[in-house]
T-cell receptor, first 117, second 110 residues
Framework: QVQLQESGPGLVKPSETLSLTCTVSGASMTSFYWSWLRQPPGKGLEWIGFIDDGGNTNYNPSLKSRVSITIDTSNNQFSLRLTSVTAADTAVYFCATYSRSSLAFDVWGQGTLATVS | QSVLTQPPSASETPGQRVTLSCSGSSSNIGSNFVFWYQQFPGAAPKLLIYRDNQRPSGVPDRFSGSKSGTSASLAISGLRSEDEADYYC???????????FGGGTKLTVL
């Protein structure tokens, strides 16, 4: 059973960099595309980007200039970096699997709130 | 402003059937599969429907998805109080080259 757990600071200062890590258990890092999404308080979902086990990435064009997703297959983790944050980046950040077969976000982490203030 | 358009709210009484809509364009719904996610307050979204009308294991057959042209629908029959949640549609967008979501519909079971 695949499980994902986000971790990282809950508070980030404006103009600084938000860094989050997702720890994967119950799955090989070759099994999925590994994704980050976010949800501002009271708003809808936004896809940030994903990465495969080879380090190939695909980012949301609206965030591409500020986003970096990396993967550490030896430690079963993948990470998100978002630079030059503003209050608009305050959101619950989710990591999730993106299945190559169903083409869906199959399994989600519980989410972590990152506040820019 | 979401790429896909969903009504912000819907309501129906227990036992009835409700249909939630999702509208897009030829570059997204019109040429790609549609997915539906259910989200309860304070929780992560859960995959409800994939590839337009397929249910993951464990999702009751009261939930069904359909698509026609550039629009999609999620139908919930035999509505229960525990179905009260936010529902999001999603698909791939060929222009943006990535997944896009609707703004979500908050379903209230009266």
């Amino acid at each position: 059973q695949v499980q994902l757990q986000e971790s990282g600071p809950g508070l980030v200062k404006p103009s600084e960099t938000l860094s989050l890590t997702c720890t994967v258990s119950g799955a090989s890092m070759t099994s999925f595309y590994w994704s980050w999404l976010r949800q501002p308080p009271g708003k809808g979902l936004e896809w940030i980007g994903f990465i495969d086990d080879g380090g190939n990435t695909n980012y949301n064009p609206s965030l591409k200039s500020r986003v970096s997703i990396t993967i550490d297959t030896s430690n079963n983790q993948f990470s998100l970096r978002l630079t030059s944050v503003t209050a608009a980046d305050t959101a619950v950040y989710f990591c999730a699997t993106y299945s190559r077969s169903s083409l869906a976000f199959d399994v989600w982490g519980q989410g972590t709130l990152a506040t820019v203030s | 402003q979401s790429v896909l358009t969903q009504p912000p709210s819907a309501s129906e009484t227990p036992g009835q059937r409700v249909t939630l809509s999702c509208s897009g364009s030829s570059s997204n719904i019109g040429s790609n599969f549609v997915f539906w996610y259910q989200q309860f307050p304070g929780a992560a979204p859960k995959l409800l429907i994939y590839r337009d009308n397929q249910r993951p294991s464990g999702v009751p057959d009261r939930f069904s998805g359909s698509k026609s042209g550039t629009s999609a629908s999620l139908a919930i029959s035999g509505l229960r109080s525990e179905d009260e949640a936010d529902y999001y549609c999603a698909t791939w967008d060929d222009s943006l080259r990535g997944p896009v979501f609707g703004g979500g519909t908050k379903l209230t079971v009266l």
